[in-house]
T-cell receptor
């Protein structure tokens, strides 16, 4: 079964506007971590933000924020004030307490329009 | 720059051949993970080493093997290559082997093309 689901294959956003990327997850572990990575066309994987399952507050890192809804098992990434350099593929990933690896979703391609 | 290095950056080879991908983790990191990114399978975990010991295996084919050396660098060996092995292979490192908040730092990847 898919552990991470990203239902939006691609999105367009106007420069300076905000965009929300959806991510839902499936786990029975009591403790887990959720990560978002950015992959530009050059291919490298860039860590953006982390949310722990026991964290009381939503994580924020600069223009990135994570809308964590534990009961709904969702961890949506919000990018505010989009810039042309935000055009990339974005991956949601999860690490469970019982596991060593990161499980990735299929990714969402974001294209920022000028 | 994540501090994780991978060589080579690109590799083009023929079916049936064998290749070795190399990874050097960030200074001080004991864990090395290998992932494969392909168009049809997405990002898949292959294998994890911690301080020289294999800790977990994912969807790694029997034709593939890996090891982590005493200096902590790791090599992923791919043999009897098939067209479907063409992919971007990432190495990631982290300081610990467990922990949900144990961030993995990714290298730039090795793009393998099998012709």
């Amino acid at each position: 079964a898919q552990k991470i689901t990203q239902t939006q294959p691609g999105m367009f956003v106007q420069e300076k506007e905000a965009v929300t990327l959806d991510c839902t997850y499936d786990t029975s572990d009591p403790s887990y971590g959720l990560f978002w990575y950015k992959q530009p066309s050059s291919g490298e994987m860039i860590f953006l933000i982390y949310q722990g399952s026991y964290d009381q507050q939503n994580a924020t890192e600069g223009r990135y924020s994570l809308n964590f809804q534990k009961a709904r098992k969702s961890a949506n990434l919000v990018i505010s004030a989009s810039q042309l350099g935000d055009s990339a593929m974005y991956f949601c990933a999860m690490r469970e307490i019982s596991d060593y690896k990161l499980s990735f979703g299929a990714g969402t391609t974001v294209t920022v329009r000028a | 720059d994540s501090g994780v290095t991978q060589t080579p950056k690109h590799l083009i080879t023929a079916t049936g051949q064998r290749v070795t991908l190399r990874c050097s983790p960030r200074s001080g990191d004991l864990s090395v993970y290998w992932y494969q990114q392909s168009l049809d399978q997405g990002l898949q975990f292959l294998i994890h080493y911690y301080n020289g010991e294999e800790r977990a295996k994912g969807n790694i084919l029997e034709r593939f093997s890996a090891q982590q050396f005493p200096d902590l660098h790791s090599e992923l060996n791919l043999s009897s290559l098939e067209l479907g092995d063409s992919a971007l292979y990432f190495c990631a490192s982290s300081s610990l082997d467990r922990g949900v908040d144990n961030e993995q730092f990714f290298g730039p990847g090795t793009r393998l093309t099998v012709l």
